[in-house]
């Protein structure tokens, strides 16, 4: 399977039908809106694909996900550091315990 339709796949299974049961649950109108970047992955034809709900989808403006994107601004760094020192806790723990 090549990655635009790997991506078709996700955004239909795994974007629009658990905005559905969102949208459900808390008793709004069914529809989203998807900001996405411009990679190449990211097939151009969201917008024309049938989903199980209206989705507007609208590309970026390209270069400037670095400055808009969440990840980009630290969120990613902050899991590895989370992580790096969850890993040391347990590391430590395991050397300077009774088990050394």
Not at 22 to 34: D, F, H, N, T, V
Request: hydrophobic letters at 35%; a neutral charge.
């Amino acid at each position: 399977m090549d990655t635009m339709k790997t991506f078709q796949n996700l955004f239909t299974e795994y974007f629009c039908l658990p905005v559905k049961r969102y949208c459900k649950i808390k008793k709004l109108e069914s529809r989203a809106l998807l900001l996405i970047d411009n990679a190449s992955s990211h097939p151009t034809n969201l917008s024309d694909l049938i989903t199980c709900i209206p989705v507007e989808v609208v590309f970026l403006p390209p270069n400037t996900t670095a400055f808009i994107q969440p990840m980009d601004q630290g969120a990613i760094s902050n899991l590895k550091a989370y992580y790096l020192g969850g890993t040391f806790r347990q590391m430590f723990e395991k050397t300077d315990g009774e088990e050394k």
